[in-house]
Structures are given as C-alpha cells and as structure tokens.
C-alpha cells in the first residue's frame, strides 16, 4: 500500500488551470519534496489532498483511503502543517495542543499521553506551559509539527513549513523530519521553493505551472546541482 | 454521521522506544469532544478579549441609558401585544436590545471567522476527520453561547436600572434567545463564508447590521413604522430581525408567538443551509493562489 497516491489530478480557478493532470506516488515511510517555484500549485494541491477543495478530476488516496470515497478516514490518516500560523498566542502550548486534540477526538487520559509523547518527539516538552507567544519562530513550527503529530498520522504534510525561519532553524527542522521519517515509517509530502531543503536520497517531485517536470530520486534529477537544474526547469535564470 | 462504534487501537507510527498507544474514540464521541472543546475554546477566547465583552455590553446599555431616555417623551405607545397596559419607551426596547446584542455577536463571529481562514486555524478546522457540517454547527453553537451570557449580563444591568420584565421572563426568554441566537450566528457563518477577506468587514456592517436593526420592530412598533411609510413597514415585516425581536418579546411575557417562532426557526435552517454550502469544498471558498 503506498503512502499517498496522486492520480491525474486537475484544477482550475476558473479560467486559468493551477494543476494539470498531475500523478504522482509517494511509498509508505518515503520523504518525498515536492519542489516548485510560487505559483507553481503547490498550495492548490495541499488544499485538495487535504480536501479544503474537492477534486473535479483525478483520485488521491491517503494511507490506501480514497479522499473522495471515504474522507472521513482518508482526513484521519493525515497531519497537516500549513504555512500559516494555526496556533492561538495567547495561549500555552500545552492549552493549545489539548484543543487539537480535542478536534481529533482526544480526551482525557489519551490526551494527555498524545500531548506528552509528541512533546518529547520535538524536544520542546520543556515549553509545554510556555504561552505561544513567547516562543521563536523555531519552537513555533516545532509545536506546529507536534500539533499535525498529535493524533498519529500515517501521512505527514507541510506546506514550506520553514517560511519565516532562519537558516539554522531551517535545517534543524528538515532534519528533524528527515530522521522522523527513518525511525517512524511516517509518509512525508513536503512543499517547499528551496533546494538546500531537499536530500540527495530523497524522493523529489518538481511541479511547475501546475505540471509535474519531473519525478525520481533527487541526485539522480540534480546532475551536478540541484539549484542549476531546477532554476534551468522551472525557467528562472535570466 | 456514522454513529456506529469503533475503538481502533492505534501504534504510532512515530515510536519505536517510546511506543504510543491512543485509543480512538467513537465517531460520536469524538464528535462530542470536539464540540465541547469548540465550544471552551470561544468561550476562553471571549474572555480573553476584555474590550470585546466591555463593547457588547456598553452598546445596548447606551441605547437603553441614552436614546431610549430621549425618545420616551417623544414616542407615545399604545397597548399592544404582548404588553397588557401602557409601558415606557425602555421596557419596548430591552428585547430589541437582546436581539442587538445577538446580531452583533454573530457577526463579530463570522468576522473571527473570516480572521481565522486567513490564519490557518479555520484550514485545520475544516481538514478535521468530522462532518463539516458538524465543525460548522459547533461553531455555531459556541458563538450562540457567547451571545447569551452577553445577554444575560445586559439584562442584569437594565434590572439595576429599574428596567425588567415579570421574572418568569428571564427564564422563558432561554429558549427564544437560543433560537434568535442560532439564526443570526447562522446568518454570520453564511456571510463568513462568501466574504473573501477581512476587509470586506465593513461592508457586512454597513449593509447587514445596521438596516437589519433599524428596518426591524427593535426600537419602534411596526403599526408606527406604517404610519410614516407603508413600504417601510413592509420591508421590516420581510426582516427576519423583525421576528428574532418578536420572539424574544413575547417570550418575555410569556406569551406563545408561533409566526415568529417558525419563521426564525424557517430563516435559521436557510442560512445554515446556506453556510453548508457555502463552506462546501466543492465550491473552494477558502481559495487562494496556490
């Protein structure tokens, strides 16, 4: 059973196509970096596999469940971490991470034990009463991450959850996922518009103008550089 | 929804030391605890926000101290249903102010709700594994719970003030003010949805707000409203404000109103309906350039 499975996937704002047949598989416990300039529809394609939109053509399947058949179970499969901040400032992190999850149908003791397990996953249990706005930009994407881990996802995605951080920051959290993905058999899809977060031995999916460019392990796209290849794709050297 | 039973026992895929086991709750019982937490969490938040409770209360406590003052030497009332004798200009008002106080409560909702799809918690809302009509009900039911504290709290101020209802009313009004509640935060969660930005906000009070309470029996009878302009009096009997107010009203001297109970009943189950589809995700409302 594959992780995540993108088939012939299209999708228009009205007139102007954001994705167009788009197909693409993702094995269980792969890391896979979907790489793409803005507007690419990497956004487009996070809404619809978290099902924000509904798919007008194509399939996606979550975890072997077909989001359009039974999204209930597929929705229950995923963790999702969007760009934006979805986590209330004032409160604490633990406060927060109990609301969601509340959303997933946690309470209680199972709650508790959720909240605790993905606290220490991300090493930050020790901010567990800290209020989010008091924390950097690091800690909050590291308490987004542990947010979508709460309800033990099969299907990790992140739409470039590293905007706004620094470089540092940046790596150690691509690198968190990378070892999250080895040790746990977690399905990872990871938008991003920057190379140096994609791994030689990682999956690589490049979408441009709404159309996959290509789709293989990233060394063997990259020749000698991942930057060249992917600026001479998607059209951007001057 | 499936209600039926299924307590999945779950490995985390994450663990391999440290081994999670969560034990997954009903489709019911996760849809309770969402609602619980939905509910706690706006609650929470409305707390949180002082200026917020401060606003809703000083608002209709303003009309009642302020204009309804000005207007009780100016505007003679006859008796008329469901008062029994003549009453002041203050005790006509307080169920317009209610109704007030609910109006602006479920718009101030759906403005929250258009600040949170722009930041992403009303995207996770809406990606959880319920029904969205259900995430969408319980949103709705958390911004009516809100809206009947405030409500409460107005009325216990006007009570210090000498103004107040027989006090079977205030129990009475529980459930008129539940339904007037559900159907202006339904008209809220209806507009949330087909407002693509914030800043369009100050159209839905331009626009929504204010004609919904003037053109309505809020702060004048209709039989006066006839009196200056048959057609004003139309468009006010066409306001589903009009019979929120009314129910409220009757409500409060125990008197049964069942026009206005089924036409709010009628105008609640349209603008859910329309909320439903407008959040469908069929109709991508939540868009933006990807």
């Given at each position: 059973?594959?992780g995540?499975?993108?088939?012939?996937?299209?999708?228009?704002?009205?007139?102007?196509q954001?994705?167009?047949?788009v197909?693409f598989?993702?094995?269980?416990g792969?890391?896979?970096?979907?790489l793409?300039?803005?507007?690419?529809?990497?956004?487009?394609?996070?809404?619809?596999l978290?099902?924000?939109?509904?798919?007008?053509?194509?399939?996606?399947?979550?975890?072997?469940?077909?989001?359009?058949?039974?999204?209930?179970?597929?929705?229950?499969?995923?963790?999702?971490?969007?760009?934006?901040?979805?986590?209330?400032?004032?409160?604490?992190?633990?406060?927060?991470?109990?609301?969601?999850?509340?959303?997933?149908?946690l309470?209680?003791?199972?709650?508790?034990?959720?909240?605790?397990?993905?606290?220490?996953?991300?090493?930050?249990?020790d901010?567990?009463?800290?209020?989010?706005?008091?924390?950097?930009?690091g800690?909050?994407?590291?308490t987004?991450?542990?947010?979508?881990?709460?309800?033990?996802?099969e299907?990790?995605?992140l739409?470039?959850?590293?905007?706004?951080?620094?470089a540092?920051?940046?790596k150690?959290?691509?690198d968190?996922?990378?070892?999250?993905?080895?040790?746990?058999?977690?399905t990872?899809l990871?938008?991003?518009?920057?190379?140096?977060?994609v791994?030689?031995?990682d999956?690589?999916?490049?979408?441009?103008?709404?159309?996959?460019?290509?789709?293989g392990?990233?060394?063997?796209?990259?020749?000698?550089?991942?930057?060249?290849?992917f600026?001479?794709?998607?059209?951007?050297?001057e | 929804?499936?209600?039926d039973?299924?307590?999945?026992?779950?490995?985390?895929?994450?663990?391999?030391?440290?081994?999670?086991?969560i034990?997954?709750?009903?489709?019911?019982?996760?849809?309770?605890?969402?609602?619980?937490?939905?509910?706690?969490?706006?609650?929470?938040?409305?707390?949180?926000?002082?200026g917020?409770?401060?606003?809703?209360?000083?608002?209709?406590?303003?009309?009642?101290?302020?204009?309804?003052?000005?207007?009780?030497?100016a505007?003679?009332?006859?008796?008329?249903?469901?008062?029994?004798t003549y009453?002041?200009?203050?005790?006509?008002?307080?169920?317009g102010?209610?109704?007030?106080?609910l109006?602006?409560?479920?718009?101030?909702?759906?403005?929250?709700?258009?600040?949170?799809?722009?930041?992403?918690?009303?995207?996770?809302?809406?990606?959880?594994?319920?029904?969205?009509?259900?995430?969408?009900?319980?949103?709705l039911?958390?911004?009516?719970?809100?809206?009947?504290?405030?409500?409460?709290?107005?009325?216990?101020?006007?009570?210090?003030?000498?103004?107040?209802?027989?006090?079977?009313?205030?129990?009475l009004?529980?459930?008129a003010?539940?339904?007037?509640?559900?159907?202006?935060?339904?008209?809220g969660?209806?507009?949330s949805?087909?407002?693509?930005?914030l800043?369009?906000?100050?159209?839905?009070?331009?626009?929504?707000?204010?004609?919904?309470?003037f053109?309505?029996?809020?702060?004048?009878?209709?039989?006066?409203?006839?009196?200056?302009?048959?057609?004003?009096?139309?468009?006010?009997?066409?306001n589903?404000f009009?019979?929120?107010?009314?129910l409220?009203?009757?409500a409060?001297?125990?008197?049964?109103?069942g026009?206005?109970?089924?036409?709010?009943?009628?105008?609640?189950a349209i603008?859910?309906?329309?909320?439903?589809?407008?959040?469908?995700?069929?109709?991508?409302?939540?868009?933006?350039?990807?």
């Amino acid at each position: 059973m594959t992780g995540l499975d993108v088939s012939n996937v299209s999708y228009a704002y009205g007139a102007r196509q954001a994705l167009d047949d788009v197909s693409f598989t993702v094995e269980r416990g792969a890391f896979c970096a979907l790489l793409g300039p803005n507007g690419a529809g990497k956004s487009t394609l996070y809404a619809l596999l978290t099902r924000l939109f509904s798919t007008t053509s194509g399939q996606i399947e979550i975890a072997g469940q077909d989001l359009s058949k039974a999204p209930l179970a597929a929705l229950a499969r995923i963790g999702v971490v969007f760009q934006q901040s979805t986590l209330d400032l004032d409160l604490t992190v633990g406060q927060n991470l109990r609301y969601f999850a509340a959303l997933q149908g946690l309470a209680g003791r199972s709650s508790n034990t959720a909240i605790d397990a993905v606290l220490d996953r991300l090493d930050i249990a020790d901010r567990r009463s800290a209020k989010v706005r008091d924390l950097n930009g690091g800690h909050r994407r590291r308490t987004e991450i542990a947010r979508a881990l709460l309800h033990a996802p099969e299907v990790l995605l992140l739409d470039e959850p590293t905007v706004g951080l620094d470089a540092a920051s940046r790596k150690a959290l691509t690198d968190h996922i990378h070892h999250l993905c080895i040790e746990s058999g977690l399905t990872v899809l990871w938008a991003t518009h920057l190379t140096d977060e994609v791994a030689p031995d990682d999956r690589l999916v490049i979408l441009h103008q709404g159309r996959i460019l290509r789709d293989g392990i990233a060394q063997e796209i990259a020749g000698k550089d991942l930057t060249e290849t992917f600026l001479d794709l998607t059209g951007a050297v001057e | 929804m499936k209600l039926d039973s299924q307590n999945i026992e779950k490995k985390s895929p994450l663990s391999e030391e440290d081994t999670v086991v969560i034990a997954r709750p009903s489709r019911l019982r996760a849809a309770l605890i969402a609602l619980v937490a939905i509910v706690a969490r706006e609650c929470l938040r409305f707390l949180q926000q002082r200026g917020r409770f401060v606003a809703a209360l000083v608002r209709p406590l303003v009309w009642l101290l302020v204009f309804a003052a000005g207007f009780r030497a100016a505007l003679g009332l006859s008796i008329i249903p469901p008062y029994q004798t003549y009453i002041t200009y203050e005790t006509y008002i307080v169920p317009g102010l209610c109704g007030m106080i609910l109006l602006f409560n479920g718009m101030q909702s759906s403005l929250s709700l258009v600040y949170d799809r722009e930041m992403g918690s009303m995207r996770l809302l809406l990606t959880c594994p319920l029904p969205r009509w259900w995430l969408l009900s319980c949103k709705l039911l958390a911004s009516t719970a809100i809206s009947i504290l405030q409500v409460y709290v107005f009325l216990a101020f006007a009570a210090l003030i000498g103004v107040h209802p027989p006090w079977q009313g205030y129990f009475l009004i529980f459930p008129a003010l539940v339904v007037a509640g559900l159907m202006l935060g339904a008209l809220g969660l209806a507009l949330s949805s087909f407002i693509k930005q914030l800043e369009n906000f100050a159209g839905v009070m331009n626009f929504v707000i204010f004609p919904m309470f003037f053109l309505s029996s809020a702060l004048y009878p209709l039989w006066r409203m006839a009196e200056s302009s048959p057609l004003l009096r139309d468009i006010c009997a066409a306001n589903p404000f009009t019979y929120a107010v009314e129910l409220i009203r009757f409500a409060f001297y125990q008197q049964w109103n069942g026009t206005a109970l089924g036409l709010t009943l009628l105008f609640t189950a349209i603008f859910m309906g329309l909320a439903i589809w407008g959040y469908d995700p069929g109709r991508a409302l939540i868009r933006r350039k990807g």
